[in-house]
């Protein structure tokens, strides 16, 4: 089977990582409360921010944000080595700016998730994401955003939400822990 993961939100806590670096550089200390509660998938709003001093702080943050300690959700590591080890083909299509592809998937290595050099797709538009899956031809897809999910539709194609405070109303079957998955994927074939 092809296993298709979005990266950020979906794999690693990459919000929630970066509403800690906000709190420290902007020397503020909004309670993570506030960050469970949010409906969408900005983190700027409750730091004081407008979009574009959002937008501009998060790209002045993006090194940091990327390339410290931000934490794969429990369970995802063991669960994609897990299907690696069955003979699975993982995937890794994510939206991430495309000079940041490299430095990315060396990254995601050293958490331990299985990469293999050729299945590893950096750069495109949320949008896009949609060509490459169907090019692909993957089994299942897993990703956080309603913008991406909303896009796929394919008979062969299962596609997952990875539960999120700002997808609360997709209707399309959640994952909540990736110590499920394997129960998940077992009570649908
Ligand atoms: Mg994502």
Redesign the pocket.
């Known amino acids: 089977m092809k296993f298709g993961f ?5 794999l690693i806590k990459l919000r929630e990582h970066a509403f800690h670096i906000y709190n420290k550089n902007l020397k503020q200390n909004v309670p993570i409360d506030v960050f469970h509660e949010l409906t969408r998938v900005e983190i700027h709003e409750p730091f004081g921010l407008d979009a574009q001093q959002g937008a501009d702080m998060w790209n002045r943050s993006l090194e940091e944000i990327y390339y410290t300690a931000c934490p794969p959700y429990p369970g995802a590591v063991e669960a994609l080595v897990e299907l690696a080890n069955k003979g699975h083909e993982i995937y890794y299509i994510t939206a991430r700016p495309r000079e940041h592809g490299e430095r990315t998937k060396k990254w995601m290595i050293e958490q331990g998730f299985p990469v293999q050099e050729d299945r590893f797709f950096c750069g495109m538009k949320d949008q896009e994401k949609v060509e490459i899956i169907q090019s692909l031809q993957l089994d299942y897809y897993f ?3 309603p913008d991406v999910l909303n896009t796929l539709s394919s008979e062969q194609l299962k596609a997952f939400v990875m539960n999120q405070s700002y997808n609360q109303h997709l209707t399309i079957p959640r994952i909540v822990d990736w110590s499920e998955l394997p129960k998940i994927i077992e009570n649908i074939d």
Do not use: L, M, W
């Open positions: 979005d990266i950020d939100d979906t990703d956080d955003k």
